[in-house]
């Protein structure tokens, strides 16, 4: 391959840089091209408005697929989580690296776990997924908190905790890793507990569909299993013809019988953000071998979750 850099467009975000750069650096091991990062200034990274009301997370998308689109960088990194569901007919997903750690997490005043919060204790997010199913949690084991609407990146978060103006703060593990403040931690909260966002702690590398060579080069980072299990939970997210920021959570994993894996197992919730209705449901079958498979799974999952009201329950977007 030629010599010049191979340049990889990215918000400027501590989290977008530290996910770029790591990718950086395998797409360089894996194509043996030197890549730069350039910087891009996204809508979502200016505004203070709330995420619902610039129209979701896909803002902070938007502006790396059109310099993608204009030739100005070869290719870029999204968290998937953030991805709309829909794929644009002129990128390409050209790999789904292996997932990290899918779980949300707390950071706590004094160190606390989630069930030794004291009562009315107040917890910021700024995602109704979390709301609903921290609320439902607390509901059903005669806790009582009060979940607080907040946004902001990752310092502004943590910050609200060391101010003592909240509690305690969710987010997800994944991010916390990639900018080296995992040890900040008070508690993973399990995925039965609270399902993570549909291709949560997964990142997406993605190109121009006609680059074959650098779609090529790039499928190197792929992980077969993890685009399958993403593959799964955002087929669900969107035929509940739901967004990011829907209160939707999703997971798929392996069932394994001693070594052998046996099937995928996909999870799904819809609730509403007090948390007084949940939509929870699982399936199971074969472990996809197809994209189409993939869908499929999440398609039928979804189908059982509207037959059971999950339409009516998500109508709480400006949350
Ligand atoms: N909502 C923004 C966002 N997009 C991706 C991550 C974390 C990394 C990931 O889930 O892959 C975060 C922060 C958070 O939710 O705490």
Redesign the pocket.
């Known amino acids: 391959m030629s010599e010049h850099p191979l340049r990889l467009g990215t918000r400027r975000s501590k989290?977008a840089m530290a996910q770029s750069g790591q990718v950086a650096d395998a797409v360089s091991q894996v194509t043996g091209r030197p890549v730069e990062l350039v910087e891009i200034t996204t809508y979502g990274d200016t505004s203070r408005e709330s995420l619902a009301q610039i129209g979701g997370?896909g803002v902070f998308v938007t502006a790396l697929r059109d310099a993608l689109l204009r030739g100005e960088v070869d290719f870029a990194v999204h968290?998937?989580?953030?991805l709309p569901t829909a794929q644009p007919d002129d990128l390409a997903l050209a790999a789904v690296p292996v997932r990290e750690d899918p779980r949300d997490v707390l950071v706590a005043r004094d160190g606390l776990a989630f069930a030794q919060l004291p009562d009315g204790a107040r917890i910021g997010t700024g995602?109704p997924r979390r709301m609903a199913q921290l609320n439902a949690y607390a509901r059903n084991h005669g806790m009582t908190i009060e979940t607080v609407a907040i946004r902001g990146n990752?310092d502004t978060r943590i910050g609200y905790v060391r101010s003592g103006e909240l509690d305690a703060v969710v987010?997800?593990a994944?991010?916390l890793n990639?900018i080296g403040r995992i040890d900040e931690v008070t508690d993973f909260l399990p995925v039965d507990t609270v399902l993570p966002?549909p291709g949560?702690?997964?990142?997406a590398i993605e190109c121009a569909a006609d680059n074959a060579d650098l779609i090529a080069a790039l499928g190197e980072l792929d992980d077969p299993f993890t685009r399958v299990a993403v593959t799964a939970e955002r087929s669900l997210l969107a035929a509940l013809e739901a967004g990011c920021s829907a209160p939707v959570g999703a997971f798929a994993d392996l069932l394994a019988d001693g070594q052998i894996v046996k099937e995928m197992r996909l999870r799904g919730v819809v609730g509403t953000t007090d948390g007084s209705t949940l939509v929870q449901l699982s399936t199971t079958g074969p472990v996809p071998e197809t994209h189409d498979q993939a869908m499929e799974l999440g398609r039928e999952l979804a189908a059982e979750m509207l037959a059971k009201g999950a339409a009516g329950l998500m109508g709480e977007r400006a949350l």
């Open positions: 989290l997370t968290s998937l989580k953030d995602s990752v987010l997800a994944a991010g990639r966002a949560q702690g997964a990142l």
